[in-house]
C-alpha cells in the first residue's frame, strides 16, 4: 500500500531542502515520526534518515553537517545526528540497514509507524502499512512484532510517549509489547517481585538518539560527554 498522492506531495513539501535533495542525491530513505505527525497535523519533532549502509548514512550525515553552518555532528550506538540550533535535528539510523526502501517500512514497531517515502532518481514513491490510515484515524496503536535487532523495552516506552500524544492502545497489542519485554528476563535468576522490578526497570532503557542511545549519553566527534562510554 502506498500514501495517497496528496499525502505524499505534502509530507515531501514540509521538508527542509537540503533534506529533499540529500535524499535524491544519496538515495537515503525517510521513515518515522516526521510522517506521522505530518499527515496528523502535529508537530514533528525530527527527521529520521535511512539507507542500505553505515558508510552511506555516515557519508550523508557529514555532507549535510558541511552544508549547514554551525551545527553539530552526534555519533551515537544508533545514529549519527546533525543538530542545528534553529532546525529540526536529522538523525541518519544506522543501527538498523535496508536494502529497500519496504523493509526499512516493516521494521517499525507500529502501524501508524509503517510508512517511508524515497526517491527513485525520477520520482518519489512510498509505501504504508495497510491499516496505517485506519489506525491513524483512530489514534490507535496496534503493535507490530518486528523481527529485528532492538532494545527489549524499547516499544514500552515509546508507547508511554504515544499516550502523552494522546494516542490509545487496545489489549492484545499492549500484551504483546509486554511479552516483547519479557522475553528478554531470565526469570530463573529472579527470586522475587522486587528483583522483577529493578531487571524490568533496567530493560526499559531510552532508545531515542536526541536524548540518549542505550542508556548512554550523544557523544560529539570532538569531545566526550560525561557518562558516555
Partial sequence: M????????????????????LMKDRGVILGG?????????????????FGKSKDQLEAAARALKDSRH????????????????????VQFIHRWVF??????????????????IWHDGVIWLSACHEAFYRDLAARRLTYCAPIRNEDAGGSLLRVRKFLKRGYNTQSPS????????C?????????NEKDSARVLCDLLREVDPLVAIDGLALVDEHEVVEGAV
Fill in 174 to 181: 499492549l500484551a504483546a509489547v509486554l511479552a516483547r519485554l
Fill in 99 to 116: 536494502e529497500r526502501p519496504r523493509d526499512c517500512m516493516d521494521s517499525f514497531d507500529f502501524t501508524v509507524a509503517q510508512a517511508v
Fill in 70 to 89: 554551525g551545527c553539530r555532528f552526534h555519533e551515537s550506538k544508533n545514529a549519527y545526528t546533525v543538530l542545528s540550533s534553529s532546525r529540526m535535528p
Fill in 2 to 21: 502506498e500514501l495517497s498522492r496528496e499525502d505524499l506531495h505534502f509530507v515531501v513539501s514540509r521538508l527542509p531542502k537540503d533534506i529533499k535533495a
Fill in 183 to 191: 522475553a528478554a528476563v531470565e526469570w530463573g535468576k529472579i527470586e
Fill in 33 to 49: 515520526g516526521f510522517i506521522r505527525a505530518t499527515i496528523a497535523g502535529e508537530k514533528p519533532s525530527d527527521i529520521d534518515l
